[in-house]
Antibody
C-alpha cells in the first residue's frame, strides 16, 4: 500500500518560505506524477503543482513564481517550497500521487494525511 | 474561480439516490474521459471514488457511479447512507490553460 506522508513546520512567519517534504513508503516514486494540494480552513481544494519522477514540474499560475517543487528519488521523497508566504497561505497541505500518464496527472489515488501550516508572526 | 462548477449542496434521505453535477468546458470535461471524483469527510484527506469518468477503484462501494454528457460529468450515489455525508469534488484533465484542477465542491447532507 503506497503511503505518502507530509512533514515540515506547522508555523511559518509572514514573508518567509514554507518548506514541506513528502516521503513515500510502500512503493516507488518512479513513473508517477506527484502533486501538492492545499485546502484553506473551511474552503475547497487547490492544486499547487506537480512533479514527475524525472524532475519535470508544473504549478498553478495563481501562485506565480513562489512555488518550487523538487524530487529526491534516492530518498523516495519530493518537496515543496513556497516563498513570501502570507496569511492567505494558511492551509492543510496534502501530497498525493497522480497517474503515470499526463492525462491522468489529476487522478489522485493515494493521499497523505495532510499537515496544517499556519502563517503567523 | 474554478473552471469546474458544482452545486454547493445536495441532500437526500437514507435509501434515496442523489446526483452531483460537475460542469466544465469543451477544453476539459467535454473533450477528455479523465474525470475523477473525490469524497472528503471532515478532518480527513480526500479519497478517490471514481476515475476516468465511471471507473471505481477497488474497495469503493458500487453505490457510487459516474457518467458524462457533453461538458457535464455526474456522480450518482444510490441507496444513500449516513456515512455518505461528506464533501465531494470533481477533477478533470485539461490540455492547456489555467490549472483549476478541482471543482468547487459539493456538500452532501443525509437528512
Amino acid at each position: 500500500q503506497v503511503q505518502p506522508q507530509e512533514s515540515g513546520p506547522g508555523l511559518v512567519k509572514p514573508s518567509e518560505t514554507l518548506s514541506l517534504t513528502c516521503t513515500v513508503s510502500g512503493g516507488s516514486i518512479s513513473y508517477y506524477y506527484w502533486s501538492w494540494i492545499r485546502q484553506p480552513p473551511g474552503k475547497g481544494l487547490e492544486w499547487i503543482g506537480y512533479i514527475y519522477y524525472t524532475g519535470s514540474t508544473n504549478h498553478n499560475p495563481s501562485l506565480e513564481s513562489r512555488v518550487t517543487i523538487s524530487v529526491d528519488r534516492s530518498k523516495n521523497q519530493f518537496s515543496l517550497k513556497l516563498s513570501s508566504v502570507t496569511a492567505a497561505d494558511t492551509a492543510v497541505y496534502y501530497c498525493a500521487r497522480g497517474g503515470s500518464r499526463m492525462t491522468t496527472v489529476n487522478t489522485f489515488d493515494y493521499w497523505g494525511q495532510g499537515t496544517l501550516v499556519t502563517v503567523s508572526s | 474561480q474554478s473552471a469546474l462548477t458544482q452545486p454547493a449542496s445536495v441532500s437526500g434521505s437514507p435509501g434515496q439516490s442523489i446526483t452531483i453535477s460537475c460542469t466544465g468546458t469543451s477544453s476539459d470535461v467535454g473533450d477528455y474521459n479523465y474525470v475523477s471524483w473525490y469524497q472528503q469527510h471532515p478532518g480527513k484527506a480526500p479519497k478517490l471514488i471514481i476515475y476516468d469518468v465511471s471507473n471505481r477503484p477497488s474497495g469503493v462501494s458500487n453505490r457510487f457511479s459516474g457518467s458524462k454528457s457533453g461538458n457535464t460529468a455526474s456522480l450518482t450515489i444510490s441507496g444513500l447512507q449516513a456515512e455518505d455525508e461528506a464533501d465531494y469534488y470533481c477533477s478533470s484533465y485539461r490540455s492547456s490553460g489555467t490549472f483549476d484542477v478541482f471543482g468547487t465542491g459539493t456538500k452532501v447532507t443525509v437528512l
